[in-house]
């Protein structure tokens, strides 16, 4: 055949090799492609597979860093500390002989305040102490009572120059102090023990599991109006030395029936005043006006209720940076 005479089947079989050849390259860049493809998937699944398994080892900036943060909060919550601290009464050494003293006269300043103040106080009020009008505290347990002992002076005391009308009770959980050097058997239970409800569910003396403060549960029962339980609510939970916490409060109002109408008195009924005489001429002066009978004093049949209130106190003691 003469390719030369046929231009139609030279074109065509160029056309063919032209595309054959082009053909190849695409098929051979492909496999090329699909090669390093596979090639790059394996590597990374085999480094996910490395990450996933292999143990952590941080870079020492990365920990350089870690330890720096642990330093600056260790620092920040020392000199937190620090300014918590005087916040607290301080633990002082007494001996059981000096705390019985101590209570004595603490005892007796607190009546006198009171019957000074015309405020009522329940029979045989101790403060609270009641277990220790006859008897000394341990040598471990004198310095934490004193210390308990001052707080509950001073929550007695504000209710005193608040001018509440009463104090029904002092109640005090045994601190743990207290019952380490008894028996088993014989030793008291703390109140939350007996009854959990009125404790809130928590012991006599309780701290947070890092030990950054402990908080000792006292109870006050009294009887107040609106405005002296306001100041009492007020002056304790501003307090500072020691730093109290009001857990619980229950209030209760002293007239727990409703007035009826035939209870209520009728109005007074007001005398009209007569006109005043009027004065001789030239005399200069003038008779002093008069009133045809009495006003009765006025009957107040709302606003007479006191206010019966428990209140449950924690005196938190703050831990130092020294752990004293």
């Given at each position: 055949m003469n390719w030369a005479k046929n231009k139609f089947l030279a074109g065509l079989a160029a056309a063919m090799v032209v595309g054959c050849g082009a053909l190849g390259y695409l098929l051979w860049s492909s496999a090329s492609q699909y090669d390093e493809a596979n090639n790059s998937f394996i590597k990374q699944a085999a480094r996910l597979k490395q990450l996933q398994t292999q143990p952590l080892y941080p870079e020492q900036s990365n920990l350089d860093k870690v330890e720096q943060q642990r330093l600056d909060t260790v620092q920040a919550g020392a000199a937190f500390q620090l300014q918590l601290k005087p916040m607290a009464i301080a633990l002082e050494p007494v001996?059981?002989?000096?705390?019985?003293?101590?209570?004595?006269?603490?005892?007796?300043?607190?009546?006198?305040?009171?019957?000074?103040?015309?405020?009522?106080?329940?029979?045989?009020?101790?403060?609270?102490?009641?277990?220790?009008?006859?008897?000394?505290?341990?040598?471990?347990?004198?310095?934490?009572?004193?210390?308990?002992?001052?707080?509950?002076?001073?929550?007695?005391?504000?209710?005193?120059?608040?001018?509440?009308?009463?104090?029904?009770?002092?109640?005090?959980?045994?601190?743990?102090?207290?019952?380490?050097?008894?028996?088993?058997?014989?030793?008291?239970?703390?109140?939350?023990?007996?009854?959990?409800?009125?404790?809130?569910?928590?012991?006599?003396?309780?701290?947070?599991?890092?030990?950054?403060?402990?908080?000792?549960?006292?109870?006050?029962?009294?009887?107040?109006?609106?405005?002296?339980?306001?100041?009492?609510?007020?002056?304790?939970?501003?307090n500072r030395a020691p730093f109290f916490v009001i857990r619980s409060l229950s209030i209760k109002n002293s007239g727990s029936k409703a007035i009826t109408k035939d209870s209520v008195a009728p109005p007074p009924a007001f005398a009209t005043p007569t006109p005043p005489p009027v004065a001789a001429t030239g005399t200069g002066s003038s008779a002093a006006p008069a009133t045809s009978g009495s006003v009765e004093s006025l009957h107040f049949i709302l606003g007479t209720e006191r206010l019966n209130v428990t209140m449950r106190i924690d005196m938190v003691v703050f831990a130092s940076p020294d752990g004293k």
């Open positions: 001996s059981p002989e000096e705390f019985a003293d101590k209570l004595r006269a603490t005892v007796s300043d607190v009546v006198q305040k009171a019957d000074a103040a015309k405020i009522k106080l329940p029979n045989k009020f101790y403060l609270g102490f009641n277990d220790y009008q006859g008897k000394l505290p341990s040598k471990e347990a004198a310095p934490v009572l004193y210390r308990q002992l001052k707080a509950v002076e001073i929550a007695a005391k504000t209710l005193i120059d608040n001018r509440v009308a009463a104090i029904a009770d002092i109640q005090r959980d045994p601190l743990p102090e207290e019952i380490t050097d008894k028996p088993a058997a014989s030793a008291p239970q703390p109140a939350s023990a007996r009854n959990p409800a009125a404790a809130g569910n928590k012991p006599a003396a309780t701290s947070n599991p890092a030990a950054l403060f402990a908080a000792f549960p006292f109870q006050i029962q009294f009887t107040a109006d609106q405005e002296p339980l306001q100041n009492v609510l007020n002056a304790l939970s501003s």
